[in-house]
């Protein structure tokens, strides 16, 4: 869901959420598998991204089994 398209410049002054991938699944697992695959595919060039830390997240044993709370990111970043 994004007005961004291929050739689009960002401008200097940009919204930091450019744009968002949403996956669907037939249940949790499938969604997560989805989303790295969706991740690992999206390229956003000349800035700086939150891909890499939402595919460590979907990657994170505590997130895969549902064991997470509020305090997870900052625990993977601490």
């Known amino acids: 869901d994004t007005h961004v398209e291929s050739g689009y410049r960002i401008p200097v002054f940009y919204d930091s959420m450019i744009c968002k991938l949403i996956v669907a699944g037939a249940d949790r697992e499938a969604a997560r598998k989805g989303m790295l695959a969706a991740l690992g595919d999206f390229r956003v060039d000349g800035i700086k ?8 997240i979907l990657n994170e044993p505590d997130f895969i089994s549902g064991n997470y709370d509020t305090g997870l990111i900052g625990r993977m970043l601490g």
Request: proline share 12%; hydrophobic share 25%.
């Open 49 to 56: 991204t939150t891909i890499p830390i939402h595919q460590k």
